[in-house]
């Protein structure tokens, strides 16, 4: 029964370290699961907010751009002459608060350049660039997409206003920006390595990018013009970039009053890369963590199955010493028997013989109790005392009524011979005692526990009685006296309509 319920211990702890560890793993994933989805709500935050700032950058260039632009219109006067002192140093004023790669011209219709605050400036005929053709059309104000400077091969984008005398085109004014401009802005924005941040025109035309493009780039067929901006002026979506390949977050912001959208992407690489240096960093304390519960798991269900073997172990040794002490006693029974029979077979006298026997019987009894109900360490006081008293009242054939009175204790195998045997003489003096002819005889016994381990035995019976006095030196009496000191009490007599025998007992 106890290996049983070792095994079960052993199941139930070792389901309960395998269900800790699949709580603590599913704990732990779910983190990373949510790390890795506020990775990506940061991204997209990241993103969202790097492209609001584009906006505002944009929104501004426009709108300086723009002054001017109508700075520059208004610096020609109505008389449009070139090589004008006053009027170049105005166009020089009205670039005043713009970046400093930011350059003027103006050009005439006939495409002859008028006046440029462009030091490298050599003479080019730009009306077959759209900055030039979308004016001279009759667009108020342009923006090119991105351009290849014929200058210096550098990348750059131009506002450009149509110049008008008494409704007559008379040629544009340009303002040309560097594209490398952004490059400040998306250093300020520390969105790390793979951002990027860019200003589209409407119609899907790259206007210019930082990183910088190889080349011009048309993307109206692209899923963010195509799908995205008919739906949304600003969103957020996930993409591998048409331009280098690279997956990445962007967010795209309308700039208001503008045909001009401005993005900005952060790299999943390095989002995702960050996310997982912290899921190392998270690992570092929880593999060595699970590293410990399963070697004290291990160490655990070691011990279990030990105790289990030891368990065992007591359990066989255990069967095995009860077979030898239900063997042994069983053994001092029959000697006990044999003797018996010896001492009839003897030539005594009839009541030597019975007190002899019913001597060994009483002594028999304690060693048969503890045969049949394996009570090695303590008897059952009801039981064992009944057993005593029936044994005496069949040997002497006695018609007298016996009444057992017995608390419910355990009296301890050292204390049960002795108790046996003054229990034994007592009721043999009084069955010896009883007159037979009276009808009403009576012979009670009574054990009642007053503390812990002392009892008080009472043995009474309502015959004639008799005169210890007169036989203090038979065996009776010296037996009584001996089995008392043994018990470690002391006994007294009393005569009131018959013998009372009563001693004080320690059962333990």
Same mark, same amino acid.
Not at 83 to 100: C, F, H, I, K, M
Not at 187 to 213: N, W
Not at 241 to 261: A, C, E, F, H, K
Not at 399 to 411: K, M, Q, R
């Given at each position: 029964?106890?290996?049983?319920?070792?095994?079960?211990?052993?199941?139930?702890?070792?389901?309960?370290?395998?269900?800790?560890?699949?709580?603590?793993?599913?704990?732990?994933?779910?983190?990373?699961?949510?790390?890795?989805?506020?990775?990506?709500?940061?991204?997209?935050?990241?993103?969202?907010?790097?492209?609001?700032?584009?906006?505002?950058?944009?929104?501004?260039?426009?709108?300086?751009?723009?002054?001017?632009?109508?700075?520059?219109?208004?610096?020609?006067?109505?008389?449009?002459?070139?090589?004008?002192?006053?009027?170049?140093?105005?166009?020089?004023?009205?670039?005043?608060?713009?970046?400093?790669?930011?350059?003027?011209?103006?050009?005439?219709?006939?495409?002859?350049?008028?006046?440029?605050?462009?030091?490298?400036?050599?003479?080019?005929?730009?009306?077959?660039?759209?900055?030039?053709?979308?004016?001279?059309?009759?667009?108020?104000?342009?923006?090119?997409?991105?351009?290849?400077?014929?200058?210096?091969?550098?990348?750059?984008?131009?506002?450009?206003?149509?110049?008008?005398?008494?409704?007559?085109?008379?040629?544009?004014?340009?303002?040309?920006?560097?594209?490398?401009?952004?490059?400040?802005?998306?250093?300020?924005?520390?969105?790390?390595?793979?951002?990027?941040?860019?200003?589209?025109?409407?119609?899907?035309?790259?206007?210019?990018?930082?990183?910088?493009?190889?080349?011009?780039?048309?993307?109206?067929?692209?899923?963010?013009?195509?799908?995205?901006?008919?739906?949304?002026?600003?969103?957020?979506?996930?993409?591998?970039?048409?331009?280098?390949?690279?997956? %990445?977050?962007?967010?795209?912001?309308?700039?208001? @009053?503008?045909?001009?959208?401005?993005?900005?992407?952060?790299?999943?690489?390095?989002?995702?890369?960050?996310?997982?240096?912290?899921?190392?960093?998270?690992?570092?304390?929880?593999?060595?963590?699970?590293?410990?519960?399963?070697?004290?798991?291990?160490?655990?269900?070691?011990?279990?199955?030990?105790?289990?073997?030891?368990?065992?172990?007591?359990?066989?040794?255990?069967?095995?010493?009860?077979?030898?002490?239900?063997?042994?006693?069983?053994?001092?029974?029959?000697?006990?028997?044999?003797?018996?029979?010896?001492?009839?077979?003897?030539?005594?006298?009839?009541?030597?013989?019975?007190?002899?026997?019913?001597?060994?019987?009483?002594?028999?009894?304690?060693?048969?109790?503890?045969?049949?109900?394996?009570?090695?360490?303590?008897?059952?006081?009801?039981?064992?005392?009944?057993?005593?008293?029936?044994?005496?009242?069949?040997?002497?054939?006695?018609?007298?009524?016996?009444?057992?009175?017995?608390?419910?204790?355990?009296?301890?195998?050292? %204390?049960?011979?002795?108790?046996?045997?003054?229990?034994?003489?007592?009721?043999?003096?009084?069955?010896?005692?009883?007159?037979?002819?009276?009808?009403?005889?009576?012979?009670?016994?009574?054990?009642?526990?007053?503390?812990?381990?002392?009892?008080?035995?009472?043995?009474?019976?309502? @015959?004639? @009685?008799?005169?210890?006095?007169?036989?203090?030196?038979?065996?009776?009496?010296?037996?009584?006296?001996?089995?008392?000191?043994?018990?470690?009490?002391?006994?007294?007599?009393?005569?009131?309509?018959?013998?009372?025998?009563?001693?004080?007992?320690?059962?333990?």
């Amino acid at each position: 029964m106890v290996t049983k319920a070792i095994a079960g211990s052993a199941r139930a702890a070792i389901a309960f370290i395998i269900a800790t560890l699949l709580i603590y793993s599913a704990i732990v994933g779910s983190l990373v699961y949510q790390g890795f989805n506020d990775a990506e709500d940061r991204a997209e935050v990241t993103a969202t907010a790097a492209a609001k700032a584009v906006q505002i950058n944009t929104g501004w260039i426009v709108e300086v751009a723009a002054q001017a632009l109508r700075r520059m219109d208004s610096a020609l006067g109505i008389d449009v002459q070139p090589n004008n002192t006053s009027t170049l140093s105005s166009v020089r004023d009205a670039l005043e608060g713009l970046p400093a790669s930011a350059k003027a011209y103006i050009v005439a219709a006939d495409g002859q350049t008028l006046y440029t605050t462009d030091p490298n400036f050599v003479d080019l005929d730009i009306r077959d660039r759209e900055y030039f053709s979308g004016p001279a059309a009759g667009e108020q104000f342009f923006t090119s997409s991105l351009l290849i400077s014929r200058l210096d091969d550098s990348q750059i984008f131009a506002f450009s206003r149509r110049l008008e005398r008494g409704g007559v085109f008379i040629g544009v004014a340009v303002i040309s920006f560097d594209a490398a401009l952004l490059e400040d802005l998306l250093d300020s924005l520390d969105l790390g390595t793979g951002a990027t941040i860019s200003i589209f025109r409407s119609d899907g035309m790259l206007v210019a990018r930082y990183p910088p493009a190889d080349a011009p780039l048309d993307l109206s067929a692209y899923v963010l013009f195509a799908d995205l901006l008919p739906n949304a002026d600003f969103g957020v979506y996930r993409g591998k970039s048409p331009l280098d390949g690279v997956q %990445r977050v962007v967010s795209y912001q309308t700039v208001p @009053g503008t045909n001009l959208i401005a993005l900005a992407s952060v790299g999943t690489a390095e989002t995702v890369g960050r996310f997982w240096r912290r899921v190392w960093v998270l690992l570092a304390i929880v593999i060595p963590t699970i590293l410990a519960l399963t070697l004290c798991a291990i160490w655990i269900i070691r011990l279990l199955q030990r105790d289990g073997r030891r368990h065992e172990e007591l359990q066989a040794a255990l069967a095995t010493n009860t077979m030898l002490f239900r063997e042994i006693h069983h053994r001092v029974k029959n000697n006990m028997q044999s003797m018996q029979s010896l001492v009839r077979m003897q030539n005594l006298p009839e009541t030597i013989k019975t007190d002899i026997q019913l001597r060994f019987a009483a002594m028999s009894s304690v060693h048969e109790h503890m045969y049949n109900y394996d009570a090695y360490a303590a008897l059952y006081a009801p039981d064992f005392i009944a057993s005593i008293t029936e044994t005496l009242i069949q040997a002497y054939g006695s018609s007298a009524e016996l009444t057992l009175d017995i608390d419910p204790l355990s009296i301890s195998h050292e %204390r049960a011979t002795p108790l046996a045997l003054l229990i034994n003489e007592v009721v043999t003096n009084a069955l010896k005692h009883v007159d037979v002819n009276k009808p009403d005889t009576l012979i009670s016994i009574s054990l009642k526990r007053l503390t812990e381990d002392v009892a008080k035995l009472v043995i009474a019976d309502n @015959g004639p @009685g008799f005169d210890p006095a007169n036989d203090p030196t038979g065996m009776g009496t010296k037996i009584i006296k001996g089995m008392v000191m043994q018990l470690g009490g002391s006994h007294t007599y009393t005569f009131d309509d018959g013998t009372i025998f009563s001693t004080e007992i320690h059962t333990g």
